[in-house]
């Protein structure tokens, strides 16, 4: 249950820091790569103080082992995997895709590819189970999304909550 609860909270300032930083980029006063060294310098200070805690076993949650402690596959792994690829480049094609494009398309693509690949390396690297109710999730994530992202409307399309047109910024977030 923690763990859902988690993903909840994550999920959820996730959505809300993208549509500030959206906000920001489409103002033309921030460029992406200045709005990502933002978001780390800020992060940063917190990420070092929650490691301090966590090690000590002062929040609630399991205890983290010291970094002092990590082999030299387990650092390659984070290193490479988790720092070059899903940190930088992926913060870097994220943040240039939010300077683009509108937060409702741009997110639902980024946000819902991870879980399709993240399942597919499971159960095809990591040699976790496939079976078809994840098969049958992947099907309705990538339908969600062609729905979410696809330019033929539907069934009509509502204005946007803030009166404004699809360029507008959200009232809250001028």
Same mark, same amino acid.
């Given at each position: 249950?923690?763990?859902?609860?988690?993903?909840?909270?994550?999920?959820?300032?996730?959505?809300?820091?993208?549509?500030?930083?959206?906000?920001?980029?489409?103002?033309?006063?921030?460029?992406?790569?200045? %709005?990502? +060294?933002?978001?780390? @310098? /800020?992060?940063?200070?917190? !990420? $070092? #103080?929650?490691?301090?805690? *966590?090690?000590?076993?002062?929040?609630?949650?399991?205890?983290?082992?010291?970094?002092?402690?990590?082999? %030299?596959? +387990?650092?390659?792994? @984070? /290193?490479?995997?988790?720092? !070059? $690829? #899903?940190?930088?480049?992926? *913060?870097?094609?994220?943040?240039?895709?939010?300077?683009?494009?509108?937060?409702?398309?741009?997110?639902?693509?980024?946000?819902?590819?991870?879980? /399709?690949?993240?399942?597919? !390396?499971?159960?095809?690297?990591?040699?976790?189970?496939?079976?078809?109710?994840?098969?049958?999730?992947?099907?309705?994530?990538?339908?969600?999304?062609?729905?979410?992202?696809?330019?033929?409307?539907?069934?009509?399309? !509502?204005?946007?909550?803030?009166?404004?047109?699809?360029?507008?910024?959200?009232?809250?977030?001028?």
């Amino acid at each position: 249950m923690k763990a859902i609860l988690f993903a909840i909270l994550a999920g959820l300032c996730w959505g809300i820091g993208e549509a500030c930083t959206r906000s920001a980029l489409h103002a033309g006063r921030i460029g992406p790569i200045s %709005a990502i +060294t933002v978001r780390s @310098l /800020v992060a940063i200070p917190l !990420l $070092v #103080a929650t490691y301090w805690l *966590m090690t000590r076993g002062t929040v609630g949650l399991k205890v983290e082992p010291p970094l002092a402690q990590v082999d %030299a596959t +387990t650092w390659a792994k @984070l /290193v490479l995997g988790s720092g !070059l $690829v #899903a940190g930088a480049v992926a *913060m870097i094609c994220f943040y240039i895709a939010l300077s683009l494009g509108e937060v409702s398309v741009v997110k639902p693509i980024a946000f819902s590819i991870a879980p /399709v690949v993240g399942v597919l !390396l499971g159960w095809l690297v990591l040699g976790e189970s496939m079976d078809a109710r994840k098969a049958i999730a992947i099907g309705l994530i990538v339908t969600g999304v062609l729905v979410l992202t696809t330019s033929g409307k539907l069934a009509g399309t !509502l204005p946007p909550a803030a009166g404004g047109g699809a360029e507008s910024e959200p009232t809250g977030l001028r």
